[in-house]
C-alpha cells in the first residue's frame, strides 16, 4: 500500500532563517506531487506541484521554493523565511493520470515564524 | 471562475444527531468531487469521492449527494460521534486538469458536543 511520510511535524525558526521541509511516497513510482499551505481556518492552497524529477511547477509567487531529487521525494525550502510563512504546510501525491486527481495528503508539518 | 464554496462555515451539533453540510461549485469542466475530513492539526483523508454520473455515495455513517445540474453537493452524517469533530473540506476537480485545476472550499468546522 501507498503511504506519504512528511517531516518535520512542527517546526519554530526565527525571521531570516532556512527551511527545509521533506516529504516522501512510498509504495507508488512516478507520483504527481504537491505541497499546499493552510493557513488558520483558511483553504488549502496550492503552492507547488511536480509531475516528475527535477520538474516543479509554482503557483503563486512567493519566499518558498520547492525541488524533486527523487521520484518520491519533494522538499518545500526556503533561504530566509518571513513572518507571514507561518502556516500549516500539506504534502501530497495522486496517481499520474489524466483527470482522476485524488490527493493523498501527508500529516501536515505546523510552522512558526517568530 | 472556478469556485467552490461550502456552508455553514461552522457547525455545533449535539452528540447523536444528524447534520448536513453543503458544498456549490462553478467548476467547469467538472471530473469528480470529494469530501475530506480534516483533524485538527493532521492531513485531510478522504471520505468519499463521486464522478459525473454519480448522485450518491456512503461510507459508513457519511453519505454523499452530487447534482451536477445544480452544481451542488451535500454530505450527511448520520448518529454523529464524538469522534466527528472535524473541518469537512468539499474538493472539486475539473476535467483532463494539472494540478492547479483542483479547487478546494474553505471548510465547514463541525463540533460535536455531548
Known amino acids: 500500500s501507498q503511504t506519504i511520510h512528511q517531516w518535520p511535524a512542527t517546526l519554530v525558526q526565527p525571521v531570516g532563517s532556512p527551511l527545509s521541509l521533506e516529504c516522501t511516497v512510498e509504495g507508488t513510482s512516478n507520483p504527481n506531487l504537491y505541497w499546499y499551505r493552510q493557513a488558520a481556518g483558511r483553504g488549502l492552497q496550492l503552492l507547488f506541484y511536480?509531475?516528475?524529477?527535477?520538474?516543479i511547477s509554482s503557483e503563486v509567487p512567493q519566499n518558498l521554493s520547492a525541488s524533486r531529487p527523487q521520484d518520491r521525494q519533494f522538499i518545500l525550502s526556503s533561504k530566509k523565511l518571513l513572518l507571514s510563512d507561518s502556516g500549516f504546510y500539506l504534502c501530497?501525491?495522486?496517481?499520474?493520470?489524466?483527470?482522476?486527481?485524488?490527493?493523498?495528503f501527508g500529516a501536515g508539518s505546523r510552522l512558526t515564524v517568530l | 471562475k472556478n469556485q467552490v464554496e461550502q456552508s455553514p462555515q461552522s457547525l455545533i451539533i449535539l452528540e447523536g444527531k444528524n447534520c448536513t453540510l453543503q458544498c456549490n461549485y462553478t467548476v467547469s469542466p467538472f471530473s469528480n468531487l470529494r469530501w475530506y475530513k480534516q483533524d485538527t492539526g493532521r492531513g485531510p483523508v478522504s471520505l468519499t469521492i463521486m464522478t459525473f454520473s454519480e448522485n450518491t455515495k456512503s461510507n459508513g455513517r457519511y453519505t454523499a449527494t452530487l447534482d451536477a445540474d445544480t452544481k451542488q453537493s451535500s454530505l450527511h452524517i448520520t448518529a454523529s460521534q464524538l469522534s466527528d469533530s472535524a473541518s469537512y473540506i468539499c474538493?472539486?476537480?475539473?476535467?483532463?486538469?494539472?494540478?492547479?485545476?483542483?479547487?478546494f472550499g474553505s471548510g465547514t468546522r463541525l463540533s460535536i458536543r455531548p
Open positions: 511536480s509531475v516528475g524529477i527535477g520538474q
Open positions: 501530497a501525491w495522486s496517481i499520474r493520470k489524466s483527470g482522476a486527481n485524488v490527493l493523498t
Open positions: 474538493v472539486v476537480s475539473a476535467r483532463y486538469s494539472s494540478a492547479s485545476k483542483i479547487i
